[in-house]
C-alpha cells in the first residue's frame, strides 16, 4: 500500500453497496483504505474502479472470510507483520440467512459473521 498523509481504515464488505460507496467516499477524503472481501476478483475490481476515480489513491484489497474467525485472527496477524496500523475500522459487512446454517467454527452464520466477527477484529 502506498503512503498517504490520510487514515489508514479498514471497512469490510466493502465490495458492494454501502461498503463500496464508503470506501468511495474516503478515498476521495485522502484515507489508506483497505478493502475487504471475500472474494479476489470482487476486491480486485473495487480496487481497479476507485483507482480509476483517484490515480493516487492508496488502496489494498484484504481478502476474508468473516465467517471463520481463524480467518480473521490470521489477518490480524498479516496486517501486523505488514506494519499496517488501522486507525479507523468500520465494521459493516454483514449477512442474513432464511435458514439456519453454521459458520465453519460452529456457530449460527448471521451471529457468526455480524457478531463474534467484527468483535474478533476489534481485538486482533
Partial sequence: ???????????????????????????????????????????????????????????????LDLSDLSQVRTAGQVLDERGVQIDVLLNNAGVYQNERQASADGFELTFAVNHLAPFALTHV
Fill in 1 to 63: 500500500m502506498t503512503t498517504t498523509t490520510g487514515p489508514v481504515v479498514l471497512v469490510t464488505g466493502a465490495t458492494d453497496g454501502i461498503g463500496r460507496e464508503t470506501a468511495l467516499e474516503l478515498v476521495r477524503l485522502g484515507a489508506r483504505v483497505l478493502i475487504h472481501g471475500r472474494k479476489a476478483e470482487r476486491a480486485k475490481d473495487v480496487v481497479s474502479a476507485l483507482t480509476a476515480i483517484r490515480k493516487d489513491a492508496a488502496l489494498e484489497p484484504l481478502l
